[in-house]
């Protein structure tokens, strides 16, 4: 992770670290910007929202191919966003504004989780819809709710029948042309 996203958690830690913000308004800057900031922008902190998003459904990648456009795709959190703002919430509670605090520990805490939990991945409106009627929308299928204990990032999608995935690096060679990817991986969920 480099330094745009170990500035955005310096940031969360800051604001965690004042004691009489308001719950309600944390709540919101979790929601609205901390989970947006770190998954819709690349390392540089340039936006990369489709295009730089570094997982993307085969259906996904398929229908870019088709159209060469981000149009009718979803960026979708792999672990909802409300569990990662409400486990930020209830660690800032429980570590973050006790007297055992520890800026080092803290951030290496925060650093080691976020790069490994906290993406997206890019999917159709169909897809979408299957987390819906899977009730797997704003959920882990097994009730983990703690972000920080979550050890199958991708349950989610495999309960959704999302399943075929790929790593992709995004290019875009020249001004006015479309962008451009390579699948550097690609996996199944079982």
């Known amino acids: 992770m480099a330094e745009f996203k170990d500035k955005i958690i310096e940031d969360l830690i800051s604001l965690c670290r004042i004691e009489n913000f308001s719950k309600t308004t944390l709540h919101e800057c979790l929601r609205l910007v901390f989970s947006w900031a770190l998954t819709a922008r ?11 998003c570094p997982y993307w459904s085969e259906a996904a990648l398929a229908q870019y191919d088709k159209n060469k456009n981000a149009k009718d795709l979803r960026h979708e959190h792999v672990i909802p966003r409300t569990i990662f703002n409400n486990s930020i919430e209830k660690y800032r509670d429980d570590y973050i504004l006790s007297a055992d605090f520890n800026y080092e520990e803290c951030f290496s805490f925060l650093k080691g989780h976020i790069s490994d939990k906290l993406f997206a991945c890019i999917i159709t409106k169909d897809e979408d819809k299957m987390f819906s009627q899977n009730k797997v ?21 495999k309960a959704a029948g ?3 995935i790929r790593k992709v690096k995004w290019s875009k060679p020249g001004k006015n042309s479309d962008w451009e990817y390579i699948v550097t991986e690609e996996f199944e969920l079982e």
């Not at 690349?42 to 730089?52: E, H, P, T």
């Open 42 to 52: 690349d390392d540089n902190g340039n936006s990369a929202k489709y295009f730089g």
């Open 162 to 164: 999302v399943t075929h």
């Open 137 to 157: 929308s704003r959920c882990m299928p097994d009730g983990e709710d703690d972000f920080f204990n979550i050890t199958k990032k991708w349950a989610r999608y």
